[in-house]
């Protein structure tokens, strides 16, 4: 959350690069402290980097999302997404044969065996599906349909992270009482209830049923992610705790990267299909601006203006109100099924 205000505080006085060289120097920053003040490893033995698990996961993932993201503008039958989408399988595919064969593997799939691994992994997976997803078009919506600035944007976003900090310490101790299964299932209805909040009140319902969902969603976060991170952490022996953490951020990373790229490409399929109609009349040039996104199409409208210019702001906005809609719902899908999924891992867990 404070990257968020820290973005539009600088967006605020400067160019969308600021937020990317100020993000640049605090990484070095850290490095720099790390290096000179974070202890040695306590594993004695020294682990050589898995230069090919680590190529192959890169092919892997990068070629999908490629895929996943050209699909709406280029076709979902064109060649370059099709190839993307093979290339990406083979990738993937071959890093878990590759993990499988090697001594020292990058990431040892065969701790995905143990349920309880297994199902915090996907609740983490869903969940930052679902939030990224909702980050990469809310603000969007917040700049965009209810003419926020960054910096309000941002602060807007507030009520999340309140949410997330008032349950949070309850998720532990409730867990324990009532099962990790019902925590975390708690928490990923409150997420579906917070997405399916705005999905059906962002046509036209301001602020407040905004915030409403936010906190839903900050909530949702504290009951799913904490019992789902201890079931990943408290299943693996002491010795594997590093594993359990590095595992804990990387199923969140690549949460965060299909989130905006799943969630990104169903609104701009939708909003792509929508503005159809409203982009006849228009040149060639012009057309595609407005079909590449809504702040194209208002510029596009400001430049024809009168009656037709507003027609065509009227219609960008409602493609993508439509758009984000439909993004909404695909990031329920993905978290119930991903509740589903853990819930019966560790229910099959409880019988054995």
């Not at 593997?105 to 701790?111: A, I």
Request: contains cysteine.
């Amino acid at each position: 959350m404070l990257a968020v205000l820290k973005a539009g505080g600088l967006l605020e006085a400067y160019t969308w690069r600021s937020v990317f060289a100020a993000n640049a120097g605090l990484a070095t920053l850290a490095l720099v402290v790390a290096a000179l003040l974070a202890p040695a490893s306590k594993n004695a033995e020294s682990v050589r980097l898995d230069a090919m698990g680590a190529l192959l996961s890169v092919v892997g993932v990068g070629a999908l999302v490629f895929g996943i993201v050209e699909g709406p503008e280029s076709g979902w039958s064109d060649g370059a997404v099709r190839t993307g989408f093979a290339l990406g399988a083979t990738g993937l595919a071959a890093f878990i044969g590759w993990q499988l064969r090697s001594a020292r593997p990058l990431l040892d799939v065969r701790v995905f065996r143990i349920r309880g691994v297994a199902a915090g992994s996907i609740v983490i997976l869903a969940e930052s599906i679902a939030m990224f997803g909702f980050f990469f078009l809310g603000l969007q919506y917040l700049q965009q349909i209810l003419d926020y600035s960054p910096m309000r944007s941002g602060l807007a976003l507030v009520a999340m992270a309140a949410g997330a900090m008032v349950f949070s310490p309850a998720a532990p101790s409730l867990a324990r009482r009532c099962g990790t299964r019902a925590v975390m299932g708690l928490g990923m209805a409150l997420i579906a209830a917070g997405l399916g909040l705005l999905a059906t009140t962002v046509d036209g319902g301001g602020i407040w049923p905004f915030l409403g969902s936010t906190t839903l969603l900050g909530a949702g976060i504290a009951f799913a992610a904490t019992p789902a991170t201890e079931a990943i952490v408290a299943t693996l022996p002491a010795e594997k705790r590093g594993v359990a953490s590095a595992l804990n951020d990387l199923t969140r990373e690549l949460g965060g990267v299909l989130g905006i790229a799943v969630l990104g490409s169903v609104f701009n399929t939708t909003y792509r299909s929508d503005t159809g109609d409203a982009v006849h009349d228009l040149s060639p040039e012009a057309a595609e601006a407005t079909r590449g996104s809504l702040t194209g199409a208002l510029r596009t409208a400001a430049e024809l203006g009168g009656r037709p210019g507003a027609r065509l702001a009227d219609a960008a906005r409602e493609a993508f109100d439509s758009g984000m809609a439909n993004a909404l719902l695909g990031g329920i899908a993905v978290v119930v099924l991903g509740a589903l999924a853990a819930v019966a891992l560790l229910s099959h867990r409880g019988r054995s």
